[in-house]
């Protein structure tokens, strides 16, 4: 009924920056949090950033001031643009989003993208 689908991933080199795009389809009535998460190989998925739908924002420490999360609500969109990338950061990034249809919430997921950052 609902679907994610993220876009913006590749491989850039450190230092570059890459911009991560999420858009949230079906038949929405209206999307709360949404957040990035990402997985590295051998690796937790773990949380970077989420943003409200009053653009409240809130980062994990290791990518605040490097990554921006930020959403645009009358498209179902939200965005993370990624600066200063450290190898480290090559993981795969997911989209999430607590969002509510006509008769019930969903916690949904995309599918993922790749991102590669080489040294």
């Known amino acids: 009924q609902v679907q994610l689908v993220e876009s913006g991933g590749g491989l850039v080199q450190a230092g570059g920056s890459l911009r991560l795009s999420c858009v949230a389809s079906?038949?929405?009535?209206?999307?709360?949090?949404m957040g990035w998460y990402r997985q590295a190989p051998g690796n937790q998925r773990e949380l970077l950033a989420t943003i409200t739908s009053g653009g409240a924002t809130n980062y994990r420490d290791s990518v605040r001031g490097r990554f921006t999360i930020s959403r645009d609500n009358a498209n179902n969109t939200a965005f993370l643009q990624m600066n200063n990338l450290k190898p480290e950061d090559t993981a795969v990034y997911y989209c999430n989003a607590l969002l509510r249809t006509v008769d019930r919430w969903f916690d949904s997921w995309g599918q993922g993208t790749q991102v590669t950052v080489s040294s």
């Open positions: 079906g038949n929405i009535r209206h999307i709360s949090r």
